[in-house]
């Protein structure tokens, strides 16, 4: 995915140039501090500048490996090439109602008070067509769904007829074509069904069935390893014990890789040791997601592991939570350092990780969060110089900013409805201004 790795200095170079901002922080200012523990972070990358240089690093749709798929593993996936039908639907003419096959003009002029006679020659069902030719004056009996038979055009359904031994009374009048679905209504011969790019529904896979469609090309799914560091963690899902606390970061990433397009690599926990944070850098994937030890204390590892191993392309940015994030890569794989305060992590995947897990997946890079506009009931304050990332509840048509905000505190997501990306020039927002919420769900 590091397409332009060799070419990465003149790229920082660039985006420096473009967004007329200090990008880099150290005495070197075109790359990022190796080794910034129990340091600080000197200067930190606008957020701007780190979406510019990831969105650098991923390939368009077209260059994305695919993988041909059978149907009942093709919803969700994303299209990898038009499908296009080979085959009218319906293929034939068929009846939309219970009732009779018959010539629409043979029913001029019958109503309940003027019924007129048929003789009932046959029955019609799905899938048993009616051999004979219906003639003037003669009806088959049809259900929905079944063909048409020949000599007939229309269907008087069944509410418009009383039945009387070998006899069927019309009580209505239908035309020519009333109530019989045409060859090619649903789907054309030649027409394209579902188009390169699409993220299939479960419609689309009913569609591309009826068609006679049962393999579909899609885009592989990025391979999303998480690595999830830190001493004092439990396995997701344990109860706390002592100064130990249970991962909450690993399920939570999973879920949004998961959602972003991703397939899942989850193994053990990974403590905080050289050795055992490298290999897990080092395995298999397309994206790590290292969650903990990104920051600059005397822990963390993991920067200076990836600018050893690899390219630590950003690492710190201007923005909270999530200011001690880094991103980098090794080879072609993506490496996301997302700090270990569970709201950092939330914050440093949707503005970064999941961006790149969802292009790599043939998806939209926009988040999948539905976008409001409302006013805020309290004044939303921020600072001047980093992006804040503001969990706010929607209140009747308000939001409401939340008070406990810090990065430690993973209920404040839970507890918001959406967050507020209040930019890195503003000051905030008084009562009353319109913002943009972006929903959870
Ligand atoms: P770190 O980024 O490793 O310095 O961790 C910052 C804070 O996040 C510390 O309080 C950690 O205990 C906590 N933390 C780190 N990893 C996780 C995790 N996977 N789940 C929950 N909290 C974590
Ligand atoms: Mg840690």
């Not at 690093?57 to 993988?67: D, F, H, K, S």
């Amino acid at each position: 995915m590091l397409r332009f790795c060799g070419e990465f200095a003149r790229q920082i170079a660039s985006i420096h140039r473009s967004i007329g901002k200090h990008f880099m922080t150290a005495s070197d200012p075109e790359q990022p501090q190796a080794d910034v523990r129990m340091r600080g972070f000197a200067r930190r990358t606008t957020v701007e500048a780190a979406v510019a240089w990831l969105d650098a690093q991923l390939p368009p749709l077209a260059e994305l490996p695919t993988e041909i798929v059978g149907l009942s593993e093709a919803a969700g996936r994303v299209l990898a090439g038009d499908i296009s039908s080979s085959v009218e639907i319906p293929s034939f003419a068929r009846s939309m109602m219970d009732g009779f096959a018959l010539r629409g003009e043979d029913t001029y002029g019958a109503t309940s008070y003027n019924r007129l006679t048929f003789r009932i020659v046959g029955e019609c069902l799905p899938g048993r067509p009616f051999a004979g030719v219906v003639a003037p004056g003669e009806a088959v009996r049809i259900m929905t769904g079944a063909p048409l038979p020949a000599g007939a055009d229309a269907v008087l359904p069944v509410e418009h007829t009383e039945i009387d031994g070998p006899t069927m009374l019309a009580l209505d009048q239908v035309s020519a074509a009333k109530h019989v679905g045409r060859p090619g209504e649903d789907v054309r011969a030649g027409e394209i069904v579902a188009a390169t790019g699409r993220v299939l529904r479960p419609q689309d896979v009913g569609l591309l069935s009826s068609i006679g469609c049962s393999r579909v090309p899609v885009i592989r799914r990025p391979q999303v390893r998480l690595v999830i560091t830190g001493n004092e963690l439990l396995p997701a899902g344990t109860p706390p014990c002592g100064p130990l606390i249970a991962d909450a970061n690993g399920p939570m990433l999973a879920a949004l890789a998961a959602r972003d397009g991703g397939a899942v690599i989850f193994g053990e926990l990974v403590p905080d040791d050289r050795d055992a944070i490298r290999a897990a850098l080092l395995a298999d994937a397309d994206v790590v997601l290292a969650s903990g030890g990104s920051s600059v204390g005397q822990e963390d590892y993991v920067p200076k592991l990836l600018a050893e191993m690899g390219e630590l392309a950003v690492h710190g940015v201007a923005m909270r939570p999530s200011s001690p994030m880094g991103m980098g890569g090794i080879g072609q794989k993506l490496v996301f350092l997302l700090p270990g305060n569970p709201v950092s992590c939330l914050c440093g995947y949707d503005f970064f990780a999941g961006r790149a897990i969802r292009v790599l997946a043939g998806r939209s890079k926009d988040w999948p969060y539905r976008r409001i506009r409302v006013r805020l009931a309290r004044k939303l304050v921020s600072t001047v110089g980093r992006v804040d990332y503001a969990r706010v509840q929607i209140r009747g048509d308000e939001a409401e900013p939340l008070a406990i905000g810090g990065a430690s505190i993973l209920s404040s997501t839970t507890r918001a409805d959406g967050f507020v990306v209040v930019p890195a020039d503003s000051e905030g927002y008084p009562p009353g201004a319109e913002v943009d919420v972006f929903l959870y769900s």
